[in-house]
């Protein structure tokens, strides 16, 4: 699996939030609606417009919310505007800024971000409320379908990830190559011969092995493909214990929480190695 696979998908990237409007346990929560979300808060060693630029190239299609309030030794109107046509329908812009400013001036500042130059994601004014600041971006994310074309967010399995069930008879087992709380692909071990398994069957129990975690869930086969070198792709939805499609909350939380940090850990890896990158060719940190 290449790295451009392991990290397609719609992501949004908060940048220079303050804590007190938008703390790091949300981005948990934002995963579980959905929306995979980032924060880009450390500019010491990495200009920000150095920074914006490797997430727009690395990730395209993402969503960037400035918060506007924040002293990163940039002027954020001019800023805004040159990120804006710098990189034209390759991202979705908002700017997020505290509450606390006159009429007067929030009228200027939407003419500006809204009207002036366009931003698709809004203007929006945050609370001096962490829970009214969640529904409030979630409001605005779920509006920017920052979720994607996809309802839940996928993790990449490394070799470790795996499943087993019986099918008339027989033991059937292989790789999990990617999961969501919904559904995962399976592999079948190419070394054994297993009976072909009809479209829509369901399994009464899978079990399934995800970085570390072992659950059992029954699941539905619902697209199977050939692959190269004649391996079988399959993909099953998972079902509740009532047959509604997914997990149980007590499975999903798990679940969520391995594929948060799977999904994460991978994006922020790639970023800080091109970011690493550019400072060894810009030792002097020269930037925008």
Same mark, same amino acid.
């Given at each position: 699996m290449d790295a451009k696979t392991e990290i397609?998908?719609?992501?949004?990237?908060?940048?220079?939030?303050?804590?007190?409007?938008?703390? +790091?346990?949300?981005?948990?929560?934002?995963?579980?609606?959905?929306?995979?979300?980032?924060i880009i808060r450390d500019f010491r060693f990495y200009p920000i417009y150095e920074q914006v630029r490797i997430i727009v190239e690395t990730c395209p299609d993402s969503i960037l919310f400035f918060f506007i309030d924040a002293d990163v030794g940039v002027d954020w109107a001019k800023f805004i505007k040159y990120i804006q046509t710098e990189f034209e329908g390759k991202v979705l812009i908002g700017v997020l800024y505290a509450k606390g400013r006159s009429a007067e001036q929030k009228t200027v500042l939407e003419k500006y971000?809204?009207?002036?130059?366009?931003?698709?994601?809004?203007c929006i004014e945050l609370e001096f409320n962490k829970e009214k600041n969640f529904a409030i971006i979630d409001k605005v994310m779920y509006a920017n379908?920052?979720?994607?074309?996809?309802?839940?967010?996928?993790?990449?399995?490394d070799s470790s990830s795996s499943a087993n069930f019986i099918f008339q008879g027989v033991v059937v087992k292989g790789r999990v190559s990617d999961i969501s709380v919904s559904h995962f692909s399976f592999i079948p071990d190419p070394n054994y011969t297993f009976p072909d398994i009809p479209l829509y069957t369901?399994?009464?129990?899978?079990?399934?092995?995800?970085?570390?975690?072992?659950?059992?869930?029954?699941?539905s086969l619902m697209i199977q493909r050939e692959l190269e070198g004649g391996k079988i792709l399959q993909v099953f939805v998972m079902l509740k214990s009532n047959g509604q499609q997914g997990l149980d909350e007590s499975i999903a939380e798990k679940v969520r929480e391995r594929i948060y940090i799977t999904v994460t850990d991978k994006v922020? +890896?790639?970023?800080?190695?091109?970011?690493?990158?550019?400072?060894?060719?810009?030792?002097?940190?020269?930037?925008?």
């Open positions: 397609e998908g719609r992501k949004t990237f908060f940048i220079a939030p303050d804590v007190t409007f938008l703390p +790091e346990s949300y981005l948990g929560e934002f995963l579980a609606r959905g929306y995979e979300a980032y971000y809204l009207f002036d130059l366009g931003l698709q994601c809004g379908q920052a979720c994607g074309r996809r309802k839940n967010v996928r993790a990449i399995c369901k399994i009464d129990e899978v079990t399934v092995t995800f970085k570390g975690f072992r659950f059992k869930v029954p699941a922020k +890896e790639v970023l800080l190695e091109k970011c690493k990158a550019w400072k060894q060719e810009h030792p002097t940190g020269d930037s925008f």
